[in-house]
């Protein structure tokens, strides 16, 4: 399966990717090669299958009590981020 | 102090500390030494924490001296630089999170503190955990200790070539297709992949949450089971943590292997498995009969399509995971952004890896709408099939053994350049993860000087019966105490 252009164009916006001219070729011939290897899948019968969600059997998530179990440390977390004003995450202006 | 105080084993190193034959101190600047002296051949480390680790041995010391503490104190340790560490830089292996100082440690390194490790660093890995020779790292690749111009494998390369040179006594990996037993493997050191759900992935990056599991890289299986023992248990920050009490890892070694039945899969022994490295297999095998165990010829049918169902549900889950990188609350963020699409496209584009973004895409294709069933849900019906294929062996056998790898480690830069070719490298690792169980790499045996390593698998939850198995195989033979030349 050969992916155009345009395709890895639209995967890169849809995954917000800003790729340079130059890469889209490599990604072209290499999501081509994975997608045929992958492709082998469809040898498999699977009609009766069901998809397996988690790896360990008859286990599922877990849910814990709506409690408050956390104190509040914006300041520590926020010593990450790469723009903060009054406790607030900045980014460009997305309301005219 | 002795000359090969490096060369102990964690049992060793543990009763030398508490009988005061030497102190943490002395312990941790030996290995800080080895680390820095490495450092500009092997580059096995992103980030060396040398006045942390000073100051945690003196603490250590302390302990040791009024009799108190964990199993571990005073003992070195790397972590995996995967690991949230607090206050120290966790990069992942990317310039994403070159710039990210965790505000917390993550559950399996709190759970080693408490036990009395000092960190010595974090070490170098593959970017996010993808790829199978530490090439794609943002710090450089590392090189494998028993031959620089070769790949530690990956991407616990850091963790494995550590061990390997003895530049830690231990260290912690993490293994999503084989990054723990196949850099394990081309070192000629111990990796263990224990039961999805033992051990807490909180704290831990995520690259595929379903598959992802933390665990060890040790000299011995001994060494091994004295850390599970530690890192193992319930968290309930990790919503797929598994409640089930640890049992004594290091108690329940030694029991006799006779009777022991073993797998020998038909598809482990393929073409694609070099002649030499066949050989070791089969002659660690004998050692087993030796031992009193059965061997049995078996197949599972649907395993050679692990690599295909992997490529698909890794990608996916990576896909969704590293969309939290989006350059607002941490993480690199580029320069002079024009508006919000164009901030989260430039900072994804710089902060990550050619081969990261390939997974990425790889993953938003296979989830996009129109291919979600055609790819994503075979894959899930798949892994399906491979894990029924594994009930069904543990069935009829106690453990399946075989290759960790099909070669012995490789040139760096021989498969850069074809994703496939790479990929094939965990064609036989894969299927442990695919069906979430326990699986390990021991060394037995060299090719042209370069280490082979032997893979046994179990059921669920049989992280002790595997420790066995693999600490009587070294009983009997003195692979795992080799070491290259330079570092012996």
Redesign the interface.
Known sequence: MALTREQ?EN??????????PA?VP??QT??S???D????????D?AS????????PG?S??L?PDAVTEQD?HE??Q?????VAAGL?L????IE | MSVTLHRRTLAQLVAGLRAKEFSSVELTRLFLDRIEASQSTLNAFISVTREQALTAAQAADRDLAASRGGALTGVPIAHKDIFCTSGVKTSCGSRMLDNFVSPYDATPVAKLKAAGVVMLGKANMDEFAMGSSNETSYYGPVRNPWNTALVPGGSSGGSAAAVAARLAPLATATDTGGSIRQPAALCGVTGLKPTYGRVSRYGMIAFASSLDQAGTITATAEDAAWVLREMAGFDPNDSTSVDKPVPDYVASLGQPLAGLKIGLLKEFFDKGLDPENERRIREALAVYEKLGAQLREMSLPNLPLSVPAYYVVAPAECSSNLARFDGVRFGHRCKDPRDLMDLYKRSRGEGFGAEVKRRIMTGTYVLSAGYYDAYYLKAQKVRQLITSDFTRAFGEVDVLIGPTTPTAAFEIGAKTSDPITMYLNDIYTIGANLAGLPAMSIPCGFTQGLPVGLQIIGPHFSEAKLLNVAHLYQRETDWHTRVPERYA
């Open positions: 890895i995967i890169a916006h849809l995954a917000r990717l800003e790729l340079q890469e490599v990604y290499s999501l090669a994975i997608l290897f992958v492709g082998e899948l469809d040898r498999a699977t299958v069901a998809p397996m969600a988690h790896p360990l286990l998530q877990r814990r440390h520590l977390f010593e990450n981020a790469p723009q995450y980014v460009p202006k997305v």
